[in-house]
């Protein structure tokens, strides 16, 4: 292994090689560990023997030594985009290998694989205070994530309680209210009033003086003629 080498592609194709061999799996940890540098090497120094001889135990603590957990392989098949690529072949071939890597850790079953997509959308699901609860405990199975969530919502109640207010709903206006017109009391309907000095308005509104005549002027005028 060289230092621009990916310890976990290293270690897949090791294992492809073993099997292509026919080499006993027994044989696996002995012949893998001269082959090891940097941190994959520092991994495989780091454990008891009981566990470098047994192959999983050391492909586990090589992977957990690099920072290759399903978790991360998890977030890094959602994360994936084009631009990486830049070729389709490529990024379906990224994608492959990491929902592999992903869900098929451990030499996971058929029903290992359908819990840890349900799992995913199980907690995703979740109020968010109790999701944030579940997720901090890396559960690995279903069965612990629910027990998880059950134990936070009694724990702490009202936290899964949807909000008081929609937020599809618009906020109160906060301009003030408009007064509605008052009332007019019972009685006769009001007579439009007059214009200045007792003078009525025509039709077109306007005002219009007394005919000739009328009126005590009309009278003063008529003596002093007559």
């Not at 799992?119 to 890396?138: M, S």
């Not at 206006?173 to 007059?194: D, E, F, I, K, N």
Request: aromatic share 4%; net charge neutral; glycine share 10%.
């Amino acid at each position: 292994m060289g230092p621009e080498d990916d310890p976990e592609a290293f270690v897949d194709l090791f294992q492809k090689a073993a099997e292509a061999c026919g080499w006993p799996r027994a044989q696996w940890p002995v012949r893998l560990i001269p082959l090891l540098s940097g941190e994959a090497q520092a991994a495989a120094q780091h454990l008891p023997v009981a566990n470098l001889l047994d192959y999983d135990d050391l492909k586990r603590a090589i992977l957990q030594r690099v920072g290759r957990t399903p978790e991360q392989h998890r977030q890094r098949f959602r994360s994936l985009e084009w631009g990486e690529s830049g070729r389709p072949f490529a990024l379906a071939q990224q994608l492959r290998d990491e929902c592999r890597r992903w869900l098929l850790a451990g030499g996971s079953d058929v029903d290992h694989v359908v819990d840890l997509v349900v799992l995913e959308q199980f907690i995703t699901r979740l109020p968010r205070k109790t999701a944030e609860w579940v997720q901090c405990h890396r559960p690995t199975s279903l069965e612990t994530a629910i027990n998880l969530a059950e134990d936070h919502l009694v724990a702490c109640p009202g936290v899964g309680a949807p909000p008081l207010t929609s937020p599809s709903l618009s906020p109160p206006s906060l301009s003030p209210p408009v007064p509605l017109p008052r009332s007019r009391p019972p009685g006769p309907p009001r007579v439009p009033p007059r214009g200045r000095g007792g003078m009525g308005l025509g039709p077109s509104g306007s005002s219009r003086a007394p005919p000739r005549g009328a009126g005590p002027l009309g009278t003063v005028m008529s003596a002093e003629t007559g």
